[in-house]
C-alpha cells in the first residue's frame, strides 16, 4: 500500500515557500522537534525562507534539535562546500540555533564507525527524527547512498561522486593521496524518520522524478524506497513533475 502524496508548485518562489513552511509548521506543532536537513540547489532558498519567516513573526526554536543528513569527509568543516558551513549559512545561524542543538556527522574521525553510531544514538535520545527533509540526486540518491546501497544501511561512510569530489579536491587543494568520501545517514535511519518531505526541482529531475514514483522499489534507485514509507511528502515544480503520469 502507498502512502505517500505528491504537491506540486507553479514556480520557484512558491516551491521555496511551501517547502519552508513544512518545517515551520513542524517546528510550531512540536517545539521540541528533531529536523534533518540537506543541502544542495534545491534547499538553498527554502533555509533562507524558513529564517525570513521567523524573522517576521517569530516562534520558538530553542528547544528544537537540527541535524544533517550527510557530510564531506576529509575536509575543514569551515570549507565552504562542507554541509556545516552551508546550513550555519543558510538557516542554522540565522535562527540563533546554539552547537548543542544542532548535530553533524563529523568531517574527520579516527573511528568512523563509532562516531556514526554515536551520532545516531544522540538522535535516538531526543525522541528520534521528526522532519526529514531530503533532496533527490540525479541518480536517485538520498545523501551520500548511491544506487546499490542496501535499505537496510546505517549510518556510514561512502565513496565520493567522482565529479563532486574532483571539484572539492579543487576548491580545498587537498591532495590526490588524501581520501575525501561522504559519510551519511543510512536508508534505513532514513526510513525509521516520523515525517518525510522529499523535495526536487527542476527539468533535469523530471526523469528520475518518474522512475521514482512510477518505477520498481530497489536499491538501484534509493529513492524508490520511499514509495513505502507511511508519512512521505514529494513537493514537486511543474517541470520536476513533467513527466509523471
Known amino acids: 500500500m502507498k502512502n505517500y502524496w505528491i504537491t506540486t508548485e507553479t514556480d520557484e518562489c512558491s516551491f521555496d515557500d511551501a517547502a519552508a513552511r513544512r518545517i515551520v509548521e513542524q517546528l510550531k506543532r512540536k517545539p ?32 528544537a534539535t537540527f541535524f544533517g ?3 564531506v569527509v576529509g575536509v575543514s568543516p569551515d570549507y565552504s562546500g562542507a554541509c556545516y558551513t552551508m546550513l550555519k549559512t543558510e538557516i542554522i545561524g540565522g535562527l540563533g540555533v546554539d552547537d548543542e542543538h ?17 551520532f545516531t544514538e544522540a538522535l535516538r535520545q531526543r525522541g ?16 551520500f547512498n548511491q544506487p546499490g546501497t542496501p535499505f537496510e544501511s546505517r ?32 536508508l534505513a535511519d532514513i526510513f525509521e524518520a516520523r515525517h518525510i518531505v ?15 514514483l512510477q518505477g520498481p522499489v530497489t536499491p538501484l534507485l534509493p529513492a ?20 509523471l503520469n
Not at 521528526?130 to 536517485?140: P, R, S, T, V, Y
Request: aromatic share 6%.
Open 224 to 243: 524508490s524506497m520511499l514509495q513505502h514509507h507511511p508519512n512521505c511528502e514529494f513537493l514537486l515544480d511543474r517541470a520536476a513533475a513533467s513527466q
Open 32 to 63: 521540541d522537534s528533531v529536523v534533518g536537513l540537506s543541502t544542495g540547489r534545491t534547499t538553498g532558498n527554502m533555509h533562507r525562507r524558513v529564517v525570513q519567516l521567523w524573522s517576521e513573526e517569530p516562534f520558538a526554536v530553542d528547544r
Open 155 to 186: 549510518a556510514w561512510v561512502t565513496e565520493m561522486n567522482p565529479e563532486l569530489e574532483q571539484r572539492i579536491r579543487r576548491e580545498t587543494q587537498t591532495p590526490a593521496e588524501k581520501w575525501l568520501g561522504g559519510v551519511t545517514l543510512g
Open 102 to 118: 544542532f548535530l553533524m556527522l563529523p568531517t574527520e574521525s579516527d573511528d568512523f564507525s563509532q562516531a556514526c553510531h554515536r
Open 128 to 143: 528520534g527524527i521528526d522532519l526529514l527533509i531530503l533532496g533527490l540526486g540525479e541518480n536517485g540518491h538520498l545523501g
Open 198 to 212: 522529499l523535495v526536487a526541482k527542476g527539468e533535469n529531475k523530471a526523469a528520475v522524478v518518474r522512475q521514482m
Open 69 to 71: 543528513v550527510d557530510e
